[in-house]
């Protein structure tokens, strides 16, 4: 693994010809949580059956948590978070557009360029995805770039900026999309990411939908799943 600054973010790259990215392979992009350490999902690259020589980047976001050693894309309101959780209400963020999104899509947008510019990949051969927080960046970032993708991951994402998001929708007719997510997520209802997978395949996604009992997590079976779509995908 070696680290590099890409698009002005610090980036964990592996994979490729020799385990730290190097090569001419695809590209999949992949985006952590809200709260979580820039590396957690590393390990996941050698769960999955990609194709051959693909490189994997996981970048890091710019904002630190105001707890331990996590890093964010952008703030989120934590008191409000544990009220609603005390009294069981459904956390509905579909007409929200964060605070702190604009920017954290514009340093990833500076992040493909780089990963083209910097790294030679094909832009048709890049899968941007990510968990959660970095599932939803990932989404409005493919629905607002140009740049053709081979496809989008969703794992435990929601709905956001529906506003803004539903009339991009039909510019990505064809895309490729795998969405996960749990029956029991505590943190983001799964009612809002069946709407979500709605919309985009009414507006021509091609979307895989993966539900699965849990809860905010990525289970086996979504790692299979995600080494399959990857496969088809990227393949040739």
Same mark, same amino acid.
Request: hydrophobic share 40%; aromatic share 6%.
């Given at each position: 693994?070696?680290? #590099? @600054?890409?698009?002005? %973010? ?6 490729? /010809? ?22 957690? +999902? ?9 194709? /051959?020589? /693909? ?8 904002? /630190? ?37 604009? #920017? ?38 493919? %629905? ?43 943190? *983001?209802?799964?009612? +809002?990411?069946?709407? %979500?997978?709605?919309? *985009?395949? @009414? ?26 779509? %990857?496969?088809?995908? *990227?393949?040739?």
């Amino acid at each position: 693994m070696r680290h #590099e @600054q890409i698009g002005g %973010l610090t980036t964990r790259i592996v994979g490729g /010809t020799d385990r730290r990215g190097s090569g001419r392979g695809p590209v999949v992009i992949l985006l952590h949580g809200f709260g979580a350490p820039g590396d957690d +999902l590393v390990p996941l690259w050698e769960a999955l059956a990609a194709p /051959t020589g /693909t490189r994997f980047l996981f970048p890091e976001g710019r904002l /630190t948590v105001p707890y331990g050693p996590g890093r964010a894309w952008w703030m989120i309101d934590l008191d409000r978070l544990q009220r609603d959780q005390a009294v069981g209400r459904e956390r509905d963020l579909s007409r929200e557009i964060p605070p702190g999104l604009p #920017e954290a899509r514009g340093q990833i947008a500076a992040l493909l360029e780089d990963v083209e510019r910097k790294m030679g990949a094909d832009p048709r051969r890049v899968v941007l995805g990510g968990f959660s927080q970095g599932a939803m960046l990932s989404c409005d970032v493919a %629905l607002r770039t140009a740049r053709p993708l081979a496809g989008l991951v969703m794992m435990s994402g929601t709905l956001l900026s529906k506003d803004e998001w539903v009339p991009l929708m039909s510019k990505r007719r064809g895309l490729k999309v795998l969405q996960s997510h749990g029956g029991a997520d505590p943190l *983001l209802p799964l009612s +809002l990411a069946e709407q %979500l997978r709605t919309l *985009l395949t @009414q507006a021509g996604l091609s979307v895989e939908w993966v539900p699965f009992k849990g809860g905010h997590e990525i289970p086996p079976i979504v790692l299979a799943k995600l080494g399959q779509f %990857l496969n088809e995908v *990227l393949a040739g």
